[in-house]
C-alpha cells in the first residue's frame, strides 16, 4: 500500500470497502472524497484484508477494512483528551467520553482538525493549502438479553480542503497556470443500527440498516483561467443486511443478502475566462440500487486442512442494468510438525459503477475538447493468489503471489482543462505482484519490528469502454497505470525503554511512480526517481494517564515530485519536513 495523488492504493486499485463490525458502509463513489473514512482515534481494531475474500465480504477487490470501533464496555466514566500543535499552523484535537451501566454502553468523540499543509502541492512551493474539518463519532450498544443485542454507529464529519495554487508557469509543472483559490469542501455521514440475535451458540442472525450521504463540493476560484470549475456531487444510500451465520460440525456456513437504494445530485458548472463563451450548467439526479445474496461455506477436512467454496449473485440498476455471478474457492494446508500454512485461492468479483453520467450543454463542450461520455459498466475481476506462512521461533513472515484481471478497470479523466473528473472504464487492466511481511514475536523483549516489502506491476490495455473517452487517453497495448509503483518498503520498529520513554520509527521506500513524460518527445525515463522517507516518534508516558510524544514526518525533509498524473490541483509533490507536539491525558468523570 502507498499513496499517489492524495489517496491510499492498495494492490494496483483505489477503491476499498469500509465495514463497521462486518456491515459494509455502502458507496459506489470513486477517488472522489479526500477526507478520512474514520478518525483513527474511534477504531479500537482494523481489520486489514487485502484479496482472498470470501463471498460474504464483499466486493473491492483493493482492500477491505474492517472497523471495530471503541466500546464503553469495560471501563466507567472515562474520557481521553488529545492535542497535538505543530509546524505549518497543524493542529488535530479530540475528546471522548465512554462508559456503561448494566447493559448499556456508550462511547462519544469529537474531532477537529486544521494545517496549512492540506493537500500534496502541484509544485515546491507550498501556496494555498489549508485543511480543516470536524467530526461527531458515536457507539451505542444494549445487550437487552443473553441472546440479543443491539447496537449504533454513527459519524457526522465535514472537511474543507484549499486547492494548492499554481499561477503562473514554473518548471516543475508547466501547464499548471491559472489555478488559484479553488476549494473542495466534503461531508461524510452514515449510520448503522444493528441487531444481533444468538438463536444457539451454533447459531447467529446479523440484521442491519444503514444510511450513508457523502458530498465532494469543489468551487473554482473566480481567477482561475482558462476555466472556472464548480462541481457538487451528493450521494445518499439507504440499505440493509441480513446475515445467518451457522456452525455444524466440520462446516461453517454464512447466509446473507445486503442491498441499497441511491440517489445522487450531480450540479455541473463551468464558465470561461473573458467571457469567451457563454457558462455552461447541468444538473443530474440519477438513482440506482444493489442487491447482493451470498452462500459462503467453510469446511474442516481436519485440523489442518480446510476448504472454502462462496457464491456471490449481484444485481445491479442504474443507467444501465448488470447481473453478475461471482464463485470463490479457496484451501488452506497447515504442514504438520513445522506448522507451515500453504493457502490457494481463485475468486470472481464484481463492482457496481457510479452514476455518473454527462449529456445536454456539458457533453457538448466535451465534443470540442475531443472527448464523448459512454454508459459505465461494473468492474470484473478475477483473482488468483497463493501463500505460505512461516512461524520461526515466535517469528511470524508471510509471502504471497496475486494476480488481478480485470474486466472495465475503473479511473478517471478531467474535462478539458476544468477540475471536473469524471469516472472511465479502461477495457482491463493486469496487476500482479508478490508480497512478504515480517513480524517480530508479540512480546520480544527488544521491541517491535514489521516489514513489508511489495512487487508489483499494475498496467491496462485496451480501449476506453464508459465514461468520459478523451481521444487519446486509450491504454493501447499493455502500459503503465498512474499509480503503478514496481517496489515498495515499509519497515517499522517499536519499542518501550527505561523510565517509560517509548520510541517508533519507521522507514519507507518507493521505487517511483510511472513517469507521465516517459516516452517521446522527452525520452524520460519509465518512472520516477526512487525516494525513501523517515518518520519518528519519541514519547513518555509520565503516569497512567499521561502521555506526551514529539512526531517528525519526513526527518531527512526529502522533497520532490513524486506522482506527474493530472488529477486534484495537478501533479505531486510529497510533503515536506513536519514536526508536531502531542498530549494525551485520561481522566475519569
Request: net charge negative; with cysteine.
Amino acid at each position: 500500500a502507498y499513496e499517489a495523488h492524495d489517496m491510499l492504493h492498495i494492490r494496483g486499485g483505489h477503491q476499498t470497502d469500509w465495514l463497521i463490525d462486518g456491515v459494509e458502509i455502502p458507496n459506489t463513489n470513486i477517488a472522489e472524497s479526500l477526507g478520512p473514512a474514520i478518525d483513527p482515534q474511534d477504531i479500537q481494531t482494523l481489520g486489514v484484508e487485502r484479496g482472498s475474500y470470501n463471498a460474504d465480504e464483499g466486493d473491492r477487490t483493493y482492500g477491505v477494512f474492517n472497523v471495530i470501533p471503541k466500546t464503553g464496555f469495560g471501563v466507567h466514566d472515562q474520557g481521553m483528551l488529545s492535542v497535538s500543535a505543530g509546524n505549518f499552523g497543524q493542529t488535530d484535537d479530540y475528546l471522548s467520553v465512554a462508559s456503561h451501566k448494566g447493559n448499556f454502553a456508550y462511547y462519544a468523540s469529537l474531532e477537529g482538525n486544521r494545517s496549512n499543509l492540506g493537500l500534496q502541492t502541484p509544485v515546491r512551493q507550498v501556496i494555498h493549502d489549508q485543511s480543516q474539518g470536524y467530526g461527531f463519532f458515536t457507539n451505542l450498544q444494549y445487550n437487552v438479553d443473553d441472546n440479543n443485542a443491539l447496537r449504533l454507529v454513527a459519524q457526522l464529519r465535514q472537511d474543507s480542503y484549499q486547492i494548492p495554487n499554481c499561477i503562473v508557469p514554473l518548471a516543475d509543472d508547466p501547464q499548471c497556470v491559472g489555478q488559484t483559490g479553488d476549494v473542495q469542501k466534503e461531508a461524510d455521514n452514515f449510520a448503522l443500527l444493528s441487531w444481533v440475535h444468538t438463536f444457539s451458540s451454533h447459531v447467529v442472525l446479523t440484521s442491519s440498516l444503514m444510511y450513508h450521504f457523502e458530498r465532494a463540493a469543489y468551487d473554482g476560484g473566480a481567477a482561475d483561467f482558462p476555466t472556472v470549475t464548480i462541481f457538487h456531487h451528493t450521494s445518499q444510500y439507504e440499505g440493509g443486511e441480513e446475515n445467518l451465520h451457522m456452525h455444524f460440525g466440520h462446516n461453517h456456513i454464512d447466509v446473507g443478502v445486503y442491498g441499497f437504494a441511491q440517489q445522487d445530485h450531480a450540479d455541473f458548472n463551468l464558465s470561461f475566462a473573458g467571457g469567451s463563451r457563454a457558462p455552461l450548467q447541468e444538473l443530474q439526479n440519477p438513482t440506482g440500487e444493489l442487491i447482493d445474496t451470498w452462500v459462503q461455506d467453510t469446511y474442516d477436512v481436519s485440523h489442518w486442512v480446510h476448504l472454502s467454496l462462496g457464491v456471490r449473485q449481484s444485481h445491479f440498476r442504474g443507467q444501465i442494468t448488470e447481473n453478475a455471478t461471482d464463485p470463490r474457492y479457496g484451501l488452506t494446508l497447515r504442514v504438520p510438525k513445522l506448522n507451515w500454512v500453504l493457502s490457494a485461492f481463485w475468486g470472481k468479483y464484481y463492482q457496481a459503477p457510479p452514476l455518473e453520467s454527462l449529456s445536454g450543454a456539458l457533453l457538448q463542450y466535451a465534443a470540442t475538447q475531443s472527448s464523448r461520455f459512454l454508459p459505465l459498466h461494473g468492474e470484473r475481476d478475477k483473482e488468483r493468489q497463493f501463500g505460505v506462512t512461516i512461524p520461526l521461533m515466535g517469528w511470524m513472515i508471510e509471502t504471497d503471489y496475486f494476480v488481478t484481471q480485470a474486466g472495465n478497470f475503473f479511473d478517471h479523466n478531467p474535462i478539458g482543462n476544468s477540475n471536473i473528473y469524471l469516472p472511465v472504464t479502461d477495457q482491463g487492466a493486469l496487476i500482479k505482484g508478490t508480497e512478504v511481511t515480517v513480524r517480530s514475536p508479540p512480546m520480544w523483549r527488544y521491541g517491535q519490528v514489521h516489514v513489508a516489502y511489495s512487487n508489483q506491476t499494475a498496467q491496462c490495455f485496451g480501449s476506453i469502454t464508459g465514461g468520459l473517452l478523451i481521444s487519446g487517453t486509450a491504454c493501447g497495448d499493455y502500459v503503465a497505470l498512474d499509480h503503478d509503483q514496481r517496489n515498495t518498503l515499509n519497515v517499522g520498529y517499536n519499542v518501550d525503554l527505561p523510565q517509560h520513554y517509548f520510541v517508533g520509527t519507521n522507514v519507507s521506500v518507493n521505487s517511483g511512480l510511472s513517469n507521465g513524460d516517459a516516452g517521446p518527445p522527452s525520452y524520460a525515463p519509465s518512472h520516477l526517481p526512487s525516494y525513501a522517507i523517515i518518520d519518528l516518534t519519541v514519547g513518555r508516558n509520565f503516569s497512567r494517564n499521561l502521555q506526551v510524544s514529539v512526531t517528525a514526518l519526513n526527518l531527512t525533509n526529502k522533497h520532490l515530485l513524486t506522482d506527474n498524473s493530472l488529477t486534484f490541483g495537478g501533479v505531486h509533490w510529497n510533503n515536506p519536513f513536519q514536526i508536531y507536539a502531542e498530549l494525551r491525558y485520561k481522566f475519569h468523570y
